[in-house]
T-cell receptor, first 113, second 113 residues
């Protein structure tokens, strides 16, 4: 089955700096890659996603890149703010009949004012 | 419109007991997935239901089961509870099976003593 590795597990940055979180996946048939943000004590919420026919997607300060050949994708947050502090999860959805969403173990991002 | 509702929010059980958790999806959402969240393990997929049928299953023992009703509400049951079952159980719903964004509930936090 699909295996998603996420790094780093914790990341601390100064306000205004950029943050990058990287994920690799194992199933070359995976075709959908969302990122979820979970603030402390709250539910995970989708912040951005990308499909396998696209190499990059941007939404204001957040961008995601996908390298299908290397089977890895990354989340980039620019001009970080304290409210960006949260746990971020990457995920990959396999194609075909085994379409379940497999999550990485999460990255705790702390943005220091 | 109302979000995903999970009940109960918190519960404490002892080893050997069983527990039933409930999830009411967003109106119109027909797919319901369940995830177990534990520190360091991220979100692990339990199963997905659509049209009252289990469509996919994760790697959990048979003590974990679920069902979906005709109104798309879902329940999951864990029998013969073990200490390691202590976790946050999250329900996530979507309009259709194998589609993009999942909408998560706030979870049911289970503590097994």
């Amino acid at each position: 089955g699909e295996n998603v590795e996420q790094h780093p597990s914790t990341l601390s940055v100064q306000e205004g700096d950029s943050a990058v979180i990287k994920c690799t996946y194992s199933d070359s048939a995976s075709n959908y890659f969302p990122w979820y943000k979970q603030e402390l004590g709250k539910r995970p919420q989708l912040i951005i996603d990308i499909r396998s026919n696209v190499g990059e997607k941007k939404d204001q300060r957040i961008a995601v890149t996908l390298n299908k050949t290397a089977k890895h994708f990354s989340l980039h947050i620019t001009e970080t703010q304290p409210e960006d502090s949260a746990v971020y999860f990457c995920a990959a959805k396999s194609g075909g009949s085994n379409y379940k969403l497999t999550f990485g173990k999460g990255t705790l991002l702390t943005v220091n004012p | 419109k109302a979000g995903v509702t999970q009940t109960p929010r918190y519960l404490i059980k002892t080893r050997g007991q069983q527990v039933t958790l409930s999830c009411s999806p967003i109106s119109g959402h027909r797919s319901v997935s369940w995830y177990q969240q534990t520190p360091g393990q991220g979100l692990q997929f339990l199963f997905e239901y659509f049209s009252e049928t289990q469509r996919n299953k994760g790697n959990f023992p048979g003590r974990f089961s679920g069902r979906q009703f005709s109104n798309s509400r879902s329940e999951m049951n864990v029998s013969t509870l073990e200490l390691g079952d202590s976790a946050l159980y999250l329900c996530a719903t979507a309009l259709q099976m194998n589609t993009g964004e999942l909408f998560f509930g706030e979870g049911s936090r289970l503590t097994v003593l």
